[in-house]
């Protein structure tokens, strides 16, 4: 039985993108490092997304069968979600789509509201911050 997310792994063949990309994830978005270690050729970056991990690997081999669409980080304030929109844009990401606030009607009827908005990383990934009222 599962437990829950250990965590997501993102694989990286440039060195200098693998670099970069652990830089941005902590000095711009401020995941705290777990660990990291070199296994030649790989280089492997764990940083603590709160409940699970990003896995940053340099030099992986092979490919999986499946991809996840984007990553979403959960932040606690509309105001944290557009700073951090900035920050990620002044930090070199492309903003794919600007924050805004969506509500929803449930399946039971009630409302639902939140605030999201995406760029895309150094890396190519999708990065989604999510915001919920």
């Known amino acids: 039985m599962s437990t829950g997310l250990h965590h997501v ?3 990286i063949q440039d060195n200098d993108v693998y670099e970069r990309t652990v830089t941005f994830y902590r000095e711009v978005l401020g995941l705290p490092m777990v660990r990291s270690w070199v296994n030649p050729p790989r ?3 764990m940083l603590d997304l709160g409940g699970g991990m990003l896995e940053i690997v340099y030099g992986a081999t092979g490919s999986g069968e499946g991809a996840f669409s984007h990553l979403a980080l959960r932040v606690e304030s509309a105001a944290e979600l ?3 929109l900035e920050r990620c844009v002044k930090a070199g990401c492309s903003l794919t789509r600007p924050a805004r606030d969506v509500e929803v009607v ?13 760029c895309q990383g150094l890396a190519g990934e999708s990065i989604e911050f999510f915001c919920e009222y």
Do not use: Y
């Open 106 to 118: 449930q399946d039971d009827g009630g409302t639902f509201r939140f605030r999201n908005g995406f």
């Open 43 to 45: 280089r492997v970056t």
């Open 9 to 11: 792994a993102m694989a």
């Open 82 to 84: 557009d700073a951090l």
